[in-house]
Structures are given as C-alpha cells and as structure tokens.
C-alpha cells in the first residue's frame, strides 16, 4: 500500500482558495438558521468545508450559497431525526442513547422528518 505524503500548507492555501472562488460563484439563497437548544447562546452556525471556515449568524435572514444552504438543511434534519428517537440512557441524566423502537417505526419516522415520500402509484 503506498503511502501518502503530507499535505503542505501551500496545498492547503490553495483548496481553501479554490472553496472560497466556487462558494462565491454559486446562487445565494436566502434562509433562517434556527437557533440550538442544545446549545443556548450560540449566536453563529460554524462549520468548514474542505477547511475554509464560515459562519452565519443564527434566527437572523442571511445569504448564503446553495451547497451551504444545503449542508445545513441536511444538518438540522438530521439532528431533528436524532432527537426524534433518542430517550434518557437511565433517566438519571447521565446521557442519551436512541430509542429501540421497532426497526419499522425508526425506519417510517426518518422518511417523514427528511421528506421521502414512500407511496407507490
């Protein structure tokens, strides 16, 4: 198996530029970034792609481009399908662990919270 060498910091320079030129080049849409309670207040969804940072504020109408949009509409519906099904581990506040509800209901519960339509014509 060949090994791969490091990644150098000028390499690293460049994909963060390349990033930046293809995020500015793409459609802005608007949206909302709900805010997180989980985590009350946090002013800003953060996150990297392909190591060049952004953030947005959150509960704020903000532009953003289409793959961000994306990336965190994917985000927030799988934290929503996460909370759907995970119960205290022990009731003792020590933790969470998911639900063991049947295979079919987990199953029906994702397709509804991320919108996959199941009927067949």
Do not use: H, W
Request: proline content about 6%.
């Amino acid at each position: 198996m060949a090994t791969r060498k490091p990644v150098t910091e000028e390499e690293m320079k460049a994909a963060v530029t390349n990033v930046r030129t293809v995020l500015r080049k793409q459609k802005k849409v608007q949206i909302v970034i709900p805010s997180d309670p989980d985590r009350p207040g946090e002013e800003f969804y953060k996150g990297f792609i392909n190591g060049c940072p952004f953030a947005y504020p959150r509960n704020e109408l903000v532009e953003v481009p289409e793959s961000i949009a994306s990336l965190i509409n994917d985000n927030l519906k799988s934290i929503k399908l996460v909370k759907s099904i995970e119960t205290e581990y022990d009731g003792a506040g020590r933790g969470k662990q998911v639900d063991g509800g049947s295979r079919e209901d987990a199953l029906a519960n994702a397709k509804a919270i991320l919108g996959i339509n199941t009927t067949e014509d």
